[in-house]
């Protein structure tokens, strides 16, 4: 568990030099411990995708997320047969990230990247997401972990570069940077490139304890890999 008092070499969080047991922890370190307004939480989790991708030096398009299932005390496996398309939880001194086998390809990243978030958040889960406006604190967490995972894997210069540059199919864009239509739909929306809005999955249920948990699919594809199309993570 991370606290205030942690010592971080803030002068070498803008490059991949910094060990890599330290990168949650420099990645968690962006987040304030009290509650945050909607506004506040989406532009953190945005900064958190991005200080990711920075350390872990992922920039390409289609994020190589073994760099991330690989990182010091996260393990991440794939199981099928799970009743969600994955959950997290703290278990003999490591978080275990749990992906569904059976799922897409691109949705075992999308949920990877969303039970990131959990895993970054949860020093301070029970006060970062009060309920707002009839949105309950699991719900409000659940949405932002979505949006984390957005921001993780399709990041909004990125896209907007690509938009720019005429790839404006939303298909294309969805093959380019590895996640679903229904994912790149969304994400365009939030970046105001489209008009019309397509949802991204279900929202999960927040579980008691240090266990998260994330919907599962609407429907079951043939299961690939984590990293690319190619590649796998077990």
């Not at 968690?28 to 991005?50: D, F, K, N, T, Y």
């Not at 790839?167 to 008009?195: E, K, Y």
């Not at 249920?205 to 609407?218: D, H, I, N, V």
């Amino acid at each position: 568990m991370t606290t205030q008092s942690t010592t971080l070499n803030l002068a070498a969080l803008s490059t991949a030099a910094l060990p890599r047991h330290q990168v949650l922890a420099a990645v968690r370190a962006l987040m304030p411990p009290r509650p945050l307004e909607v506004h506040e939480a989406r532009s953190i989790a945005e900064r958190q995708a991005g200080r990711l991708r920075n350390l872990l030096d992922l920039d390409g398009p289609m994020v190589d997320l073994d760099a991330v299932a690989s990182l010091p005390r996260l393990h991440v496996r794939s199981q099928v047969g799970l009743p969600v398309s994955g959950f997290s939880e703290w278990s003999r001194s490591r978080w275990v990230i749990a992906i569904n086998g059976d799922d897409h390809w691109t949705r075992r990243r999308f949920t990877l990247a969303h039970e990131l978030k959990h895993v970054l958040d949860n020093p301070y889960i029970e006060m970062l997401y009060p309920g707002r406006d009839g949105a309950p604190s699991g719900q409000r967490a659940e949405t932002i972990c979505d949006y984390f995972a957005a921001c993780l894997l399709m990041p909004r210069l990125s896209v907007k570069a690509a938009w720019g540059q005429g790839n404006q199919r939303p298909d294309d864009l969805a093959a380019h940077f590895g996640v679903s239509r229904a994912a790149m739909g969304l994400r365009l929306h939030q970046l105001g490139l489209t008009s019309t809005r397509r949802r991204c999955g279900g929202v999960g249920s927040l579980a008691k304890g240090r266990r998260y948990e994330r919907a599962a699919a609407p429907a079951v594809w043939p299961s690939f890999g984590l990293a690319t199309a190619q590649g796998s993570l077990t």
